[in-house]
C-alpha cells in the first residue's frame, strides 16, 4: 500500500502541537504553555499571538483525551435523571446543565432511568466506570430521593431532590419564597378575599402554602380553611376546585384571588370561570405557578405565574459539581434554593370593588 492509499485508509492526519511549534517557530513547550492555561508570566503576548493563530490556521485543538490522562480528569460529567425526559421542564434543566459544562470544556452523558432504582444504581456504575469526572442526580419533581449506589464514590450534586440520608449538596426551587411571592402579588392589587386551588401531598404544595400564608398573615389576612381546595395537580382538578369555590353564594361572598398549585390546575379555573360567566381578571385574578412552556402564555387571559427556575437549578447544579472538581474538595450537604421568579401576564387586576 502506497502512503497516498494509507493516508486516505486511515483518514485526515489530525495536526499536533509540534506542527504549531514548527509554524509559529517556537518551542514545543511554549505551546504546551498556552494551551495549559501557564502562558501568563512564561511567554510574551505576542509569542502567544503567534501560537494561537498557527494553531487556528492548522485547524488544531488539544487533545482532550491527553489532557484528561495527564490531569487525571475525563472532562465529562454525568447527568442521571428518574423521569425527567417527560417533564415539560426537561429541557430546562438539561440545557443549564449541559452549556454550563460545555462552557468549563466538559461534555455530559445523560442517562434517564424511568425511575426505576436499578437502573439508577446501573446507570451509576457504568458512569463511574468510564471514569466520569463527577455526576449530577436530577429529579421530575421537588421530593425526597434514595441515593443512588455508588453516588458517594465520586464528587455528586442533587438537582430539584433532596437526599433522604442529607449526605449530599442539593440545589431546588426556593418554592416558600414562591408562594410568599403569589400572595404579595394578590395583596399588593388589593386582594383580601383569597383561595387556594390544587395540590398534592408533596413538598412543593406544602412549601407554597406555607409561603402563601406567611405574606397573608403580615397583612391580617387568613384564607378559611374552605378555600383550601386540594385537588391535584391536573387540569381536570383545578377545574373541579373552581366550581365549589365559586359556583355559589353571591359575588361579595366568594374569593376575588385564587392562587393556583400549577398552570395546569390554573387552566382549569379559567375554564370553570368562563362556564361560570365570571370575568378573568377583572372579577377574579388567577395565579398559576411553573410558566409552563407552551401553555401559560397561551391561555384566555394569558397567565400570571411564578417560574420555577429549572434552566437556574441546571447551571447551579453543574458549577456546583465543577467546582468541586476543580478544586478537589466535596462541597457541604446543604441546600442551595433558587429564586422562582414572578411572570407577569394579564390574569391579575385590582379587587373588584364592592
Not at 409561603?211 to 398573615?217: E, H, K, M, Q, V
Not at 384564607?223 to 373541579?240: D, K
Request: a positive charge.
Amino acid at each position: 500500500m502506497d502512503s497516498a492509499e494509507e493516508k486516505r485508509t486511515r483518514g485526515p492526519v489530525r495536526p499536533t502541537s509540534r506542527d504549531v511549534a514548527r509554524l509559529a517557530g517556537v518551542s514545543h513547550t511554549a505551546v504546551s504553555f498556552v494551551f495549559n492555561g501557564r502562558a501568563e508570566g512564561n511567554l510574551s503576548p505576542a509569542t502567544q499571538e503567534r501560537i494561537r493563530q498557527a494553531a487556528e490556521q492548522l485547524g488544531y485543538r488539544p487533545d482532550p483525551v491527553a489532557r484528561g490522562l495527564r490531569r487525571r480528569r475525563t472532562a465529562v460529567i454525568g447527568l442521571v435523571t428518574d423521569e425527567i425526559a417527560s417533564s415539560p421542564f426537561a429541557g430546562r434543566l438539561l440545557r443549564g446543565a449541559m452549556e454550563t459544562a460545555w462552557g468549563s470544556g466538559h461534555l455530559v452523558l445523560t442517562v434517564d432511568s424511568g425511575g426505576d432504582p436499578a437502573k439508577e444504581d446501573a446507570a451509576v456504575a457504568e458512569l463511574l466506570d468510564r471514569r466520569v469526572d463527577g455526576i449530577v442526580y436530577a429529579a421530575m419533581s421537588l421530593r425526597r430521593v434514595r441515593v443512588p449506589e455508588g453516588l458517594h464514590r465520586t464528587h455528586a450534586v442533587l438537582a430539584n431532590c433532596l437526599p433522604e440520608d442529607g449526605s449530599l449538596p442539593a440545589v431546588v426551587p426556593a418554592e416558600r419564597a414562591g408562594g410568599r411571592t403569589a400572595a404579595r402579588l394578590l395583596l399588593d392589587a388589593g386582594h383580601r378575599r383569597v383561595a387556594v386551588v390544587g395540590g398534592l401531598d408533596d413538598i412543593a404544595s406544602a412549601e407554597r402554602l406555607r409561603g402563601f400564608r406567611d405574606a397573608l398573615r403580615a397583612e391580617g389576612v387568613t384564607v378559611p380553611r374552605e378555600w383550601v381546595v386540594r385537588t391535584g395537580g391536573e387540569i381536570s382538578g383545578g377545574h373541579e376546585g373552581a366550581l365549589r369555590l365559586l359556583g355559589s353564594g353571591p359575588a361579595e361572598r366568594r374569593p376575588t384571588g385564587v392562587f393556583c398549585y400549577n398552570d395546569r390546575v390554573a387552566a382549569g379555573v379559567l375554564h370553570a370561570a368562563t362556564r361560570l360567566g365570571i370575568a378573568v381578571p377583572e372579577e377574579l385574578s388567577v395565579v398559576g405557578y411553573d410558566d409552563q412552556e407552551h401553555m401559560a402564555a397561551f391561555l384566555a387571559p394569558p397567565l400570571t405565574t411564578i417560574a420555577l427556575p429549572h434552566r437556574a437549578m441546571g447551571e447551579a447544579a453543574a458549577r456546583l459539581l465543577l467546582d468541586a472538581i476543580e478544586t478537589g474538595r466535596t462541597p457541604p450537604a446543604t441546600v442551595r434554593r433558587i429564586a422562582c421568579p414572578m411572570v407577569g401576564r394579564a390574569s391579575v387586576a385590582p379587587a373588584p370593588t364592592p
